[in-house]
């Protein structure tokens, strides 16, 4: 055990941002499409320091097309850490305190086994070789880097949308090991209406000439349009009607005119074709097709045959779950849903609807709200598990 402890070095206390930290577990994965993945990886970054206890450690899930590098700086983009105005010594996720773990989920592309790692069978690039994955397997391969850490029992597990699948999935099959949960912006199952937006996305890169039916790193160039395409389409899913009109209206893009051709002239345009550019510089289309597939297999009641409550059955965690109104893909109701099935099972559960026009997204910005609800959330689970005040 101490080996393990002394895997963290002082160094990556001291520098959170220094690079992509990787483990290596010597088992193989086991798949839910029922084969094994051997050897794979996970990416991870962690901050503050455990306890002695191993009683302190916070795992944060990420969403869709999210990173490891949840509080510190994005060696890709050079932009702050997704949640780091939330995370930090002295902030409401307090460092100084707990024990953060952030893994790149397996599937993904920034240091995690994903189809753009190389296929030991082949020497190349898994491209569409690689098995489906499933939420359940991204947190298979999470609870093997916290048995890495030596640590039993997450005193917390949060996480939005594709992170939440995660927290849910956390509690339901490894309930033993987590103290508290809080779910954002997420639901049990990916909606008809979710897997129809991602279905376009993943159209829209496979049409893509470049895609090279997933081949596309032997040949140079990557599908960039049709993964901007895809980003395009699902960005307005996470935002809502009010915001988008609040933020553009019918406003014109440095123009005083409309030009009567097919230029951004509006804001919205220009807004939407910048959200699909940047996201292909960093993100992996092939990547984009697995996640999405991974949320849209995702359905926690099926898996526990067909009664959602049956998932939590016997649960001891604490849970919060918190949904935004302006939210059109995680709308509250999937989040009630879910309370009605941990009522059922006995759970000890709270619930907060944030009144908000920002959508789906809302769990990324600054929203006091939210803050104050996982601020609230935590602390009192953390003196329930005599972590102190
Ligand atoms: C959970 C995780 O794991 S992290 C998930 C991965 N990360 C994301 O999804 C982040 C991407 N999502 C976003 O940026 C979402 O819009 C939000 C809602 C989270 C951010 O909202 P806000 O902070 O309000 O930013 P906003 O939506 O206004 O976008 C700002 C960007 O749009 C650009 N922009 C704004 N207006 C225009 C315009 N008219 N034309 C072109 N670009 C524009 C800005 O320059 C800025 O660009 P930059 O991000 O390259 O600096
Ligand atoms: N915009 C976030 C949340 C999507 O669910 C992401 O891209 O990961």
């Not at 093997?144 to 005193?155: A, R, S, T």
């Not at 993964?227 to 009607?241: F, G, K, Q």
């Amino acid at each position: 055990m101490a080996a393990q402890r002394a895997a963290r070095t002082k160094d990556e206390a001291d520098h959170p941002s220094s690079p992509v930290l990787q483990f290596g577990p010597d088992k193989p994965l086991k798949l839910d499409a029922g084969t094994l993945l051997s050897p794979f990886q996970i990416a991870y970054q962690t901050y503050g320091t455990l306890n002695d206890a191993r009683s302190n450690a916070i795992l944060v899930c990420h969403a869709l097309t999210g990173d490891q590098h949840v509080a510190n700086t994005n060696p890709v983009t050079g932009k702050p850490g997704w949640w780091e105005v939330l995370i930090g010594p002295g902030k409401i996720i307090d460092t100084s305190r707990f024990f953060v773990i952030c893994s790149n989920v397996v599937g993904g592309c920034l240091g995690s086994t994903g189809p753009a790692s190389t296929n030991p069978a082949t020497g190349k690039p898994y491209g569409l070789d690689l098995p489906i994955i499933t939420i359940r397997d991204m947190v298979r391969a999470q609870a093997m880097l916290v048995d890495h850490f030596g640590i039993e029992k997450l005193f917390c597990v949060l996480g939005g949308s594709m992170g939440g699948m995660q927290v849910l999935e956390w509690a339901a099959s490894h309930s033993e090991r987590v103290f508290c949960a809080l779910p954002i912006a997420t639901g049990a199952r990916h909606s008809s209406q979710n897997i129809a937006f991602h279905e376009v996305g993943r159209q829209a890169v496979m049409a893509d000439p470049d895609w090279h039916g997933g081949k596309y790193l032997d040949f140079g160039k990557r599908p960039e349009k049709g993964l901007a395409v895809a980003r395009m389409a699902a960005h307005i899913t996470y935002l809502s009607e009010a915001a988008l009109h609040r933020k553009f209206g019918r406003n014109l893009q440095d123009r005083e005119a409309l030009t009567f051709g097919f230029d951004a002239d509006f804001q919205i345009e220009s807004y939407l074709r910048h959200q699909g550019m940047t996201f292909v510089d960093r993100f992996d289309a092939n990547s984009y097709l697995y996640l999405t597939r991974a949320m849209d297999y995702f359905d926690l009641a099926a898996d526990h045959g067909g009664r959602l409550a049956d998932a939590f059955a016997g649960t001891r965690t604490r849970f919060c779950l918190v949904s935004f109104t302006s939210d059109w893909l995680f709308p509250t109701e999937e989040s009630r849903s879910i309370v009605h099935a941990l009522n059922a099972a006995g759970a000890s559960v709270s619930f907060v609807e944030i009144e908000t026009d920002r959508g789906h997204d809302a769990f990324l910005l600054d929203e006091p709200e939210l803050f104050a609800a996982i601020n609230g959330f935590i602390a009192s689970a953390a003196r329930a598990r005599g972590l102190g005040a």
